[in-house]
């Protein structure tokens, strides 16, 4: 009777963890995308790189908060850990080719960008919004950058301006490219 017994908790402990790993796997992939940007499991084989976004009012550094994308039950394939304006890529292998904007970033983040507008700060009367992407300044839509490894874009409302804005030096030890 003694084996039976066994037996049957350890059935029913295994059974307990197949159904554990399955709810949590529903959870990990039931939040809605945002602008074609998925939220999913981070891990695995996926394709990973990082860009650096800096925003510049009035010569004044603004935090990018962290935790941008990110939740208890996935990670979008855009996000933020720290306040440093890392932007985290993740693109499941399914999804390798697929090409991130600035835009959908902003969208995850659930802030506006546009010529007016820089999440919560707006361009005024009198000022302007100038973009740069890689120390070369943009003349294009913001929200249309696409997003490559190891690449600096700086938003920078102003006057006063900062001509080129700041670089920023990569650590390749904890950014390979």
């Known amino acids: 009777m003694l084996p039976i017994a066994v037996a ?8 307990a963890l197949v159904v554990a790993y399955h709810l949590s796997t529903i959870r990990a992939t039931s939040a809605p995308a945002i602008d074609g940007v ?17 925003i510049i009012y009035k010569e004044q550094p ?12 996935c990670t979008y394939w855009l996000h933020t850990s720290g306040t440093d304006g890392i932007i985290t890529v993740h693109l499941p292998p399914e999804a390798a080719s697929t090409q ?12 506006p960008l546009s010529q007016q507008q820089v999440a919560t700060l707006p361009v005024s009367p009198g000022e302007t919004l100038r973009v740069w992407v890689d120390g070369r300044q943009y003349s294009g839509d ?11 874009i700086v938003l920078e409302i102003g006057p006063p301006f900062e001509e080129p804005p700041p670089g920023y030096t990569w650590n390749t030890k904890a950014y390979p490219s």
């Open 100 to 111: 991130l904007t600035l835009g959908q970033f902003f969208a995850v983040w659930k802030q």
């Open 62 to 73: 603004v935090t990018i908060p962290g935790q941008i994308g990110q939740s208890s039950h």
């Open 8 to 15: 049957a908790g350890f059935l029913a402990v295994f059974i």
């Open 38 to 54: 998925q939220c999913q499991g981070v891990g695995g084989d996926t394709q990973q790189y990082h860009v650096h976004l800096d």
């Open 142 to 152: 913001p929200a249309d950058i696409v997003l490559r490894s190891h690449e600096q």
